[in-house]
């Protein structure tokens, strides 16, 4: 069997919950086409078979480093949701962007190859 990252893990498991949450079926099939990725069905059903046995998502808390002496609580200040919305937006813009230079780029690579 393959193994997988953990981000892929975490994400297989937020699907569950997801679908859980909507009183749908875990099932594999689901699961694949919710992922929008290929991955192989062992890894899925291990992931199924995970989370049926209790095992959920990390949380966002859980996913942030863990503190220094030199920063108390107080002084972390909490990740919001439009925080990560800005984030992302801020992502699928280079995302974008990146995806032109690749266009633009096998386009020259394909007249030079002419």
């Known amino acids: 069997m393959n193994k997988m990252d953990n981000s892929t893990k975490q994400r297989l498991l937020t699907i569950c919950a997801e679908l859980d949450a909507k009183s749908l079926p875990i099932s594999v099939g689901l699961v694949k086409a919710k992922a929008k990725q290929a991955i192989p069905l062992p890894n899925i059903v291990n992931v199924i078979n995970a989370f049926k046995g209790g095992e959920r998502a990390d949380t966002i808390d859980t996913l942030l480093?863990?503190?220094?002496?030199?920063?108390?609580?107080?002084?972390?200040?909490?990740?919001?949701?439009?925080?990560?919305?800005?984030?992302?937006?801020?992502?699928q813009t280079e995302i974008d962007s990146l995806r032109v230079q690749v266009s633009k780029l096998t386009q020259a690579f394909k007249k030079m190859s002419q």
Request: proline share 7%; net charge negative; aromatic share 0%.
């Open 65 to 91: 480093p863990q503190q220094t002496a030199e920063h108390s609580k107080e002084d972390v200040k909490p990740i919001t949701i439009d925080d990560l919305a800005r984030q992302i937006a801020i992502q």
